[in-house]
């Protein structure tokens, strides 16, 4: 845990250790999970936290597919902390591959506790991979940048 903030516009106050640097990750999501996602032991239901990243996952390959895409594979997904009601959770996204059809993303969540605002830790980690499709739902080649 750290008290430094994950933000990309501060980059120049000291990040966390392990923390996504600037030039690594950027900043493509915030949200605050609420007492309707959690599960039998009161924290937040992992399946929640899964479809939070599959959509921050999504927000990089966006600008490049420019268009349909589908998610084909999570390839990675470690909850490495509980989540817990009222966390602020910051998502951050860097591109790891970018294939003919596909687009590989490393997706970094830390929380602020609710108790502890300014204090960051890292919640989670996944690698995900979005296919670009056409209209009938088949790969196509991703654009040119
Ligand atoms: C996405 C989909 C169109 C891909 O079709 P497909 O016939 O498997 O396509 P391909 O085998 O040609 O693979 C397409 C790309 O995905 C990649 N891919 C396929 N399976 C993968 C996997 N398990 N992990 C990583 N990449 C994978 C391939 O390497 C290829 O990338 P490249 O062109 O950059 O080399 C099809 O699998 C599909 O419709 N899946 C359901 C998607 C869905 O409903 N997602 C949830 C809601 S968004």
């Given at each position: 845990m750290?008290t430094?903030p994950p933000?990309?516009?501060?980059?120049?106050?000291?990040l966390?250790?392990?923390f996504p640097?600037p030039?690594?990750?950027?900043l493509v999501m915030k949200v605050i999970p609420?007492?309707?996602?959690?599960?039998?032991?009161?924290d937040i239901?992992?399946?929640?936290?899964?479809?939070?990243?599959?959509l921050a996952g999504?927000?990089?390959?966006?600008?490049?597919?420019?268009?349909?895409?589908?998610?084909?594979?999570?390839?990675?997904?470690?909850f490495?902390?509980?989540?817990?009601?009222?966390?602020?959770?910051?998502?951050y996204?860097?591109?790891?591959?970018?294939?003919?059809?596909s687009?590989?993303?490393?997706?970094e969540?830390?929380a602020?506790?609710?108790?502890?605002?300014g204090?960051?830790?890292?919640?989670?980690?996944?690698?995900?991979?979005y296919?670009?499709?056409?209209e009938?739902?088949?790969?196509?080649p991703?654009p040119?940048?």
């Open positions: 750290s430094a933000s990309n516009s501060q980059a120049s106050m000291p966390p250790a392990g640097s030039s690594q990750g950027e609420m007492p309707s996602d959690v599960n039998a032991n009161g239901f992992g399946g929640w936290v899964m479809a939070q990243v599959d999504s927000v990089l390959p966006a600008r490049r597919v420019k268009g349909r895409m589908a998610t084909v594979a999570v390839n990675e997904f470690v490495k902390q509980p989540v817990r009601v009222g966390d602020i959770l910051s998502f996204a860097r591109l790891r591959r970018i294939g003919r059809t687009i590989t993303v490393a997706v969540v830390y602020e506790r609710y108790s502890a605002q204090q960051y830790m890292k919640v989670t980690e996944a690698n995900l991979t296919v670009a499709i056409d009938e739902g088949r790969p196509r991703i040119p940048a």
